[in-house]
């Protein structure tokens, strides 16, 4: 691969300082070259901020404004609202994936291999794949086929694998992480663990919701049920990237960070699917046992109202997701009602609602909104024909599934599960939750990014001719 290394994963990251955020890592000039041995204590906390800056920056927001949830005002993002979008979009994304984790990944194991390795090397090792894992399963699920197998090998133009392959390949690299993390020589402390500190039981159960989601993602729903249930288990195991308390500059809320700095106005929440679906309007999510005021107003992306909030999707000190306790319910919601039965289906849900109605959920945005965070248990009537969650008369195990999966589209708010499923659900009409087009003449929701435009540049073996309305391979 002829990309060039970037990312200055030493300085820029050890400190986690900079003068710029860190989603523009990919600038950096002072990077490492591939021949340093940088000890990988020294370089984990920059896989993981490269991770965060490719699932919760650029291209997250273009499949959430892809996906109802949000709307681009101006400029660059008015014109990729409208589906007018070039590989170099892509660049950055790419650069984080390629040379800031899988690269200094790479370089980990050659330390290891020449030094030896120890029980804080065996986390270390554990951590990093899971962090690829993470990282190349993003990839794989918004840009299809992608050179792994033979990826910052020094080969000159690496193969693209297929995407099912590529899947595969992560299911095996968490299975690899999960035996490492059980294994009484591992250690179970690491201060550079900007995550979890170390905690393994923590990491063990952030891969098998990995392995969850990426069996949902293929379709695979037993296997997907059967990792889930070993997977986060409460809202505390959440790996997600919480902002310095200190404020400072460039460690923010990426989403903040964006829509008060240079592309102020670009971006909006305003006047979405996701915002309607959360009103008073008719054909809301609000009924005799949902009031979802204190989720809307959490999710009114918006300006500069976040400055040092937390009670706002775009605060300054924000939480965001990465991957989350609620979202292993959900895949348990989802799997169980499709494989198992409505009843345990069900009582996933009633979980998830139960979470919601928790202090850990969502912070109220307004005093006012104190008695509006109401989500009180679903019942089997509810979703009988006629009921409150069946008003259509479907049947009523779609029903539950139809609520599952836009559950899931509110709940991942901010990350790219919404698109995923609007593209992996797009033949099951019944459920899939019913996004409109952003422009007339369009009759398919955008299926893929470009690879990136250096990729084409210097690959010959990268495709060429494909569209953003070409489904990858798992969802033709």
Same mark, same amino acid.
């Given at each position: 691969?002829?990309?060039?290394?970037?990312? %200055?994963?030493?300085?820029?990251?050890?400190?986690?300082?900079?003068?710029?955020?860190?989603?523009?890592?990919?600038?950096?000039?002072?990077?490492?070259?591939?021949?340093?041995?940088?000890?990988?204590?020294?370089?984990?906390?920059?896989?993981?901020?490269?991770?965060?800056?490719?699932?919760?920056?650029?291209?997250?927001?273009?499949?959430?404004?892809?996906?109802?949830?949000? +709307?681009?005002?101006? /400029?660059?993002?008015?014109?990729?609202?409208?589906?007018?979008?070039?590989?170099?979009?892509?660049?950055?994304?790419?650069?984080?994936?390629?040379?800031?984790?899988?690269?200094?990944?790479?370089?980990?194991?050659?330390?290891?291999?020449?030094?030896?390795?120890?029980?804080?090397?065996?986390?270390?090792?554990?951590?990093?794949?899971?962090?690829?894992?993470?990282?190349?399963?993003?990839?794989?699920?918004?840009? %299809?086929?992608?050179?792994?197998?033979?990826?910052?090998? %020094?080969?000159?133009?690496?193969?693209?694998?297929?995407?099912?392959?590529?899947?595969?390949?992560?299911?095996?690299?968490?299975?690899?992480?999960?035996?490492?993390?059980?294994?009484?020589?591992?250690?179970?402390?690491?201060?550079?663990?900007?995550?979890?500190?170390?905690?393994?039981?923590?990491?063990?159960?952030?891969?098998?919701?990995?392995?969850?989601?990426?069996?949902?993602?293929?379709?695979?729903?037993?296997?997907?049920?059967? /990792?889930?249930?070993?997977?986060?288990?409460?809202?505390?195991?959440?790996?997600?990237?919480?902002?310095?308390?200190?404020?400072?500059?460039?460690?923010?809320?990426?989403?903040? #960070?964006?829509?008060?700095?240079?592309?102020? %106005?670009?971006?909006?929440?305003?006047?979405?699917?996701?915002?309607?679906?959360?009103?008073?309007?008719?054909?809301?999510?609000?009924?005799?046992?949902?009031?979802?005021?204190?989720?809307?107003?959490?999710?009114?992306?918006?300006?500069?109202?976040?400055?040092?909030?937390?009670?706002?999707?775009?605060?300054?000190?924000?939480?965001?997701?990465?991957?989350?306790?609620?979202?292993?319910?959900?895949?348990?919601?989802?799997?169980?009602? +499709?494989?198992?039965?409505?009843?345990?289906?069900?009582?996933?849900?009633?979980?998830?609602?139960?979470?919601?109605?928790?202090?850990?959920?969502?912070?109220?945005?307004?005093?006012?909104?104190?008695?509006?965070?109401?989500?009180?248990?679903?019942?089997?009537?509810?979703?009988?024909?006629?009921?409150?969650?069946?008003?259509?008369?479907?049947?009523?195990?779609?029903?539950?599934? #139809?609520?599952?999966?836009?559950?899931?589209?509110?709940?991942?708010?901010?990350?790219?599960?919404?698109?995923?499923?609007?593209?992996?659900?797009?033949?099951?009409?019944?459920?899939?939750?019913?996004?409109?087009?952003? #422009?007339?003449?369009?009759?398919?929701?955008?299926? #893929?990014?470009?690879?990136?435009?250096?990729?084409?540049?210097?690959?010959?073996?990268?495709?060429?001719?494909?569209?953003?309305?070409?489904?990858?391979?798992?969802?033709?």
């Amino acid at each position: 691969m002829k990309t060039k290394t970037y990312i %200055g994963i030493f300085f820029a990251f050890l400190m986690f300082s900079c003068d710029e955020s860190f989603e523009e890592l990919n600038r950096n000039p002072n990077a490492i070259t591939a021949d340093e041995l940088i000890p990988p204590n020294l370089l984990i906390k920059g896989t993981m901020l490269a991770d965060i800056a490719m699932n919760v920056s650029h291209l997250q927001r273009i499949s959430g404004m892809w996906s109802g949830q949000y +709307r681009g005002e101006l /400029a660059l993002y008015l014109g990729i609202y409208n589906y007018d979008i070039s590989s170099e979009e892509s660049n950055s994304a790419w650069g984080y994936l390629y040379n800031g984790i899988i690269r200094q990944n790479r370089q980990m194991t050659k330390f290891y291999d020449l030094n030896g390795i120890n029980g804080e090397g065996m986390l270390i090792t554990a951590i990093t794949r899971i962090i690829e894992a993470h990282a190349a399963g993003t990839a794989t699920a918004i840009w %299809g086929d992608i050179p792994y197998s033979e990826a910052v090998l %020094g080969i000159e133009d690496p193969k693209f694998d297929q995407q099912v392959e590529v899947y595969e390949s992560l299911q095996t690299l968490l299975d690899e992480a999960i035996i490492l993390l059980e294994s009484d020589n591992t250690e179970d402390d690491l201060e550079e663990d900007i995550f979890f500190g170390g905690d393994k039981e923590k990491w063990k159960q952030t891969a098998y919701t990995l392995k969850a989601r990426y069996y949902l993602q293929t379709r695979q729903y037993n296997l997907a049920h059967e /990792a889930a249930q070993n997977g986060i288990s409460e809202h505390e195991g959440t790996m997600r990237f919480i902002p310095l308390s200190s404020g400072t500059f460039g460690t923010e809320n990426l989403l903040y #960070r964006f829509m008060i700095g240079s592309r102020t %106005g670009y971006l909006s929440a305003s006047d979405t699917y996701c915002r309607n679906l959360l009103s008073t309007n008719s054909g809301n999510r609000n009924n005799a046992k949902t009031d979802e005021k204190a989720r809307r107003n959490f999710l009114n992306a918006g300006g500069k109202s976040g400055s040092r909030a937390t009670n706002i999707i775009n605060g300054e000190f924000t939480p965001m997701n990465l991957v989350s306790y609620q979202e292993n319910l959900l895949i348990l919601a989802e799997t169980a009602t +499709r494989t198992i039965s409505f009843e345990e289906g069900l009582a996933q849900l009633n979980l998830v609602r139960e979470f919601l109605e928790s202090e850990d959920s969502f912070d109220l945005r307004f005093s006012s909104d104190e008695d509006n965070k109401i989500y009180e248990p679903y019942e089997a009537v509810d979703f009988e024909n006629g009921g409150m969650e069946n008003e259509d008369g479907i049947d009523p195990t779609r029903a539950l599934l #139809r609520e599952i999966i836009e559950e899931r589209y509110v709940t991942g708010f901010g990350t790219f599960i919404p698109w995923n499923d609007l593209r992996r659900l797009r033949t099951e009409e019944d459920i899939v939750v019913p996004v409109p087009f952003n #422009r007339l003449g369009i009759s398919i929701h955008p299926q #893929r990014f470009i690879i990136s435009q250096n990729e084409l540049n210097s690959n010959t073996n990268a495709p060429n001719g494909l569209s953003i309305f070409d489904p990858t391979p798992i969802n033709q």
